[in-house]
């Protein structure tokens, strides 16, 4: 457990924050110093300190440097644990043949196309408006949703492209929405992290990217925080492609 949780934050007074501030800006020196050394540079008694350690749930100072030390070390550990080398292997990827030629095909595509739906929930829903916005910002207009519980409008079922953005590609209303348009003779289009997912495989076609999922604990439940850095650069590159097919 934590020893500044929002509980123990809650039951701070103003001179616990003063200790409090005094520790976040000297935490490198911390461990080392006495009770007295931190009360004379804080400007607080050493009763004070005293009381501010057991309200975060320790016997005293002591205790407080010890844990205070290992959860710093903690920190540090896990921000070292941050790998940019799976984004740097998708740049890599980005410029080979094969892939240029994936972006080239749907770009073809989609300047055909009367309608240019982006769909995507979560994170991918974020994407997929972000992308609607900077395809309609170069001249393109076209729709993005990232609530997908309602029918989607298809004015042009067989002029309509949907491009559904999905990190997992197993998300039940996505893989739906996919089917439906599908039957009605849209082309759908996938962005993924992997071609074996499910949404990927009923897709018409699939841009993946596979780079290393990241989930993160929120209280009761994980969290996926893997990149969309990728799904970014294949918008705005499908962005720049269409627009010069359909100037071309």
């Known amino acids: 457990m934590t020893l500044f949780s929002n509980q123990v934050l809650s039951r701070f007074t103003e001179l616990d924050y003063e200790v409090y501030?005094?520790?976040?800006?000297?935490?490198g020196k911390i461990p080392y110093m006495t009770i007295r050394e931190?009360?004379?540079e804080a400007h607080v008694s050493t009763t004070t300190?005293?009381?501010f350690c057991r309200k975060v749930n320790c016997s005293g100072f002591s205790e407080f440097k010890v844990r205070f030390k290992l959860e710093k070390e903690h920190e540090n550990t896990r921000k070292k644990e941050f790998d940019f080398s799976s984004i740097q292997d998708f740049f890599q990827r980005v410029n080979t043949e094969t892939f240029q030629k994936q972006l080239e095909t749907i770009a073809e595509i989609m300047a055909k196309k009367?309608?240019?739906i982006f769909l995507g929930t979560g994170n991918s829903g974020i994407i997929a408006e972000y992308a609607?916005?900077?395809f309609c910002n170069i001249g393109i207009f076209s729709t993005g949703i990232s609530n997908p519980m309602f029918p989607i409008n298809l004015e042009f079922p067989g002029e309509s492209i949907l491009i559904v953005l999905s990190v997992e590609g197993e998300t039940?209303?996505?893989i739906e929405n996919s089917a439906i348009s599908k039957q009605k003779n849209s082309t759908v289009v996938s962005i993924t992290n992997s071609k074996n997912s499910t949404l990927a495989r009923i897709s018409d076609y699939n841009i993946s990217y596979y780079i290393q999922r990241e989930l993160a604990a929120d209280k009761e439940m994980r969290v996926d925080i893997t990149s969309q850095i990728p799904a970014v650069?294949?918008?705005e590159a499908l962005a720049r492609l269409t627009v010069q097919r359909k100037q071309g």
């Not at 501030?21 to 935490?27: A, D, E, G, R, T």
Request: glycine content about 4%; cysteine-free.
């Open 172 to 174: 039940n209303i996505l």
């Open 38 to 40: 931190v009360a004379g």
């Open 49 to 51: 300190i005293t009381r």
């Open 114 to 116: 009367k309608q240019i």
């Open 132 to 134: 609607s916005r900077y």
């Open 233 to 235: 650069y294949i918008v």
């Open 21 to 27: 501030n005094f520790i976040l800006k000297n935490s």
